[in-house]
Structure formats: C-alpha cells, structure tokens
DNA sequence: GATATTTAGTACCAATTGGTACAGAACTAA
DNA sequence: TTAGTTCTGTACCAATTGGTACTAAATATC
C-alpha cells in the first residue's frame, strides 16, 4: 500500500522509533518530554506528530519493539549458551550493566509498569500484556532446562519462573537502593542456587 | 525557641506534612502537583511555602517521616506477634492491601529510588541511607527469628535479609506488571520456606 | 490602643508541557 | 509544466509547572 508519490521522509522512521524507545527507556514515561523526544530523534515536531501520532501512541510503539527486540535477543541468547545460560546472563549482565556505567536501566517494561500503574493506568494493560510474553519465555527456558538436566530443581517450571522473575526485579530495585556488593552477591547466589 | 509572637497558624504543621506524604506516596514526587498537594494539605500557597520552604524539601521531609512511622510500625508489630511474625506480615499486608484496593502501593523508599534514580539523582543519597534503617531492621528481626528457633535456615542473617528484601520488593513489581494469583502465591510460598 | 511580628490569600511570573495551524518545499504522475 | 500529494519548519496555542511579591488579617507585647 506504499505510494512512491509525495515529498519522501528525511529519517528512517523505523530507526527513529528505536531512538525514542530507548529515550523512554532511560528517561521513563513522563520524564521523556516532547522536546527531549525530538531532539534526540533528531525530527521536528510536525514530522513526529504526522508519523507517529501522539507521544502516547509512540511510547505504545516503543514498549511493543522493546518486548520484540528483547525476545529475539534472548532466543539468540539461547542458541548460543543454552536455556539456563540465558536465564544467568541476564544477571550477570546487570551486575556487568552496574559496575561499568554505574548504574542500572532495568527492564522498561517494569519500569513503566512502576511509573504508570497509579498515573497512567490506561497503559496498564498494554504492559501486563507484553509482559506476559517473557513469563512465557522464562517458564519454557526453565523447563528446556529441566528437561536437559541443566536445571535439578524439580518445582514446576511456572513456580520457579515466578521466583526468578520476582528476584531479578528485586535485584534491579535492590542496586538503585543503594545495596552494597555483598547484598547484591547474596541474591545472585542465591538466584544461582535456585536454578541449579 | 518558639515564640507565641504573631498570627498564630491555622494547621497542624506535622499532620499537614503527613498528608502530603501519603500524597507523595500515592503519586510519586513528579506527579505530585503543587496544586494537588496544597488541596490535599488543605493549605495556600503562601503557608507551604513559608512553613515547608519548597516542594523539594518537603519531599525530602516526607522520606524521612516515611522512615521513621515505618520503622516504628514494624517495632510495634514485633511486640505483638514476634520477630518472624513481622515479616511475614509485610507479605500478607500486601496482599490484602491488593485484595482489598485492587493496587498496592509498596514501599515509599523503593518508590521514590525507581522514580528518582535517573531522574533526580540528587535524592538518591537520602533514599539509599534512610533504606539502610530498613536494611538493618530486617537482618535483625531475621536474626531474632533465629536465635529463639522461629527460624530454622542457617544462612546468615544479612544474606537472608537480601534476599528477603529482594523477593518482597520483587513482589510488589509482579503485582503491578499484572501477575496471576498462582504466580504471586509461588513466591510467597518461597519466602514462606525461606523463613522457615 | 499602637506596634512589631507572623500567617493567609491573591495576583502574578517565566518556563515548560503536549499539541495544532499553516506556509512552503520536495517529490510523483499526468 | 502542472496538478496532486506528502513532508518539513516555524509560529503559535492554552494549560500547567514550581515559585515569588504584595496586601490584608490575626495575634502578643508594650
């Protein structure tokens, strides 16, 4: 349905939604303002709003490609070192995240979950949504482990994907808290231990 | 070094401070308008800015008072029904709360860290030291537990404490990413074993 | 009662917010 | 070349933000 008639577009418009989805991802939902948006996007203000809409339907945009973009990574995560591989990765990744920028973004769509949930309560079911594909994703990466003997823990997969779940993202609130190395080496022993 | 000189003010200082703490609680600091705070405190402009001297600073008020009517809740419980009693109330609290209210509101501290981190890194270093109170209570109440045989876990009482922490503050995330009652009884089953 | 002192109420402020209107530029198809 | 279409840049908008200035009201001390 693609016309070649009309003046063509100056940016790439996939590329520019991936800008502002890390815009938001840093930034949070309110925080991200127009002109920040823009400036980053590196777009004037009539071609955001005749390309994307609204910043409401643009930060849509970007929760659905950040839940998209981190599937794919971590099925390619996979390939390369296996379900439970992937699973400890991501820790690690944080801790890795942490010490070398010194802070930690966490997952957006956690974060906008923590952001919205009382003061945009209309994105609510958008992220739960979106969300509900990497418990999916846990839960089938625990079970394969299981089942190739990578993981001995014999509590269902959707228990322990639960567990996991809840203790990364009380990893990521732990760091931002200000907890020391030593606390935050308690959880990921801990986070070890439960998927051994 | 209170004068009785002047006119006298027409509101409780303390119990105005509490009411926009609660306001910061429901709505975070961005969120929270001036206009929105001086309705809910029931005061004019002028009075807050002569009696709190800025939005900042009562915020920073508000941390505090947090702290402090938390930390005094939690020693009024421990009294009531033991050191083990506590913690396992947190969880069940929340979980009533959810019941209750359809939403939870979690922790003000925690709160504020997600909302301010990147955003107001200025308050982190309040944040993090008034979290420390939290921190070391729970390590305390856990090493309470273990010394009169409520808790059998031989781990230490701060490694314990993290984790602990980890999995509430984990907790409260899961709920308002939309998780399943199954989902959230997984984890408090955990945290029930844990303490155990 | 006069005066010093403090509070309360209102009007105002510049800056920023997300969003719109419109003129002109750049392209395709005829 | 011209008409039709789409994109870009700028100027503008009302609403809201946190914060200040100033006047009026209420009290204690003298």
């Known amino acids: 349905m693609k016309k070649n008639i009309g003046r063509p577009k100056a940016f790439d418009e996939q590329e520019a939604l991936k800008i502002a989805m890390h815009y938001f991802w840093e930034h949070g939902y309110d925080k991200s303002s127009l002109s920040g948006l ?93 969300f509900k594909t990497f418990r999916k994703l846990f839960k089938e990466l625990i079970e394969e482990a299981q089942n190739e003997g990578e993981i001995k823990n014999t509590l269902p997969s959707s228990t322990l994907g639960s567990i996991y779940q809840s203790l990364i993202n009380g990893l990521v609130q732990m760091i931002q808290l200000g907890a020391s190395k030593e606390e935050l080496n308690a959880v990921i022993k801990h986070i070890e231990e439960l998927l051994t």
């Open 38 to 130: 823009l400036e980053a996007m590196n777009i004037k203000k009539s071609s955001f709003y005749q390309t994307f809409k609204s910043k409401e339907h643009i930060f849509r945009l970007s929760l659905e490609l950040y839940a998209k973009m981190s599937y794919e990574y971590m099925q390619g995560l996979k390939k390369e070192m296996g379900a439970k591989g992937v699973l400890l990765h991501i820790v690690y990744e944080t801790i890795s995240e942490l010490r070398e920028t010194g802070k930690v973004k966490g997952c957006l769509l956690a974060n906008s979950s923590s952001e919205c949930f009382s003061n945009h309560p209309h994105f609510n079911e958008l992220i739960s949504y979106k």
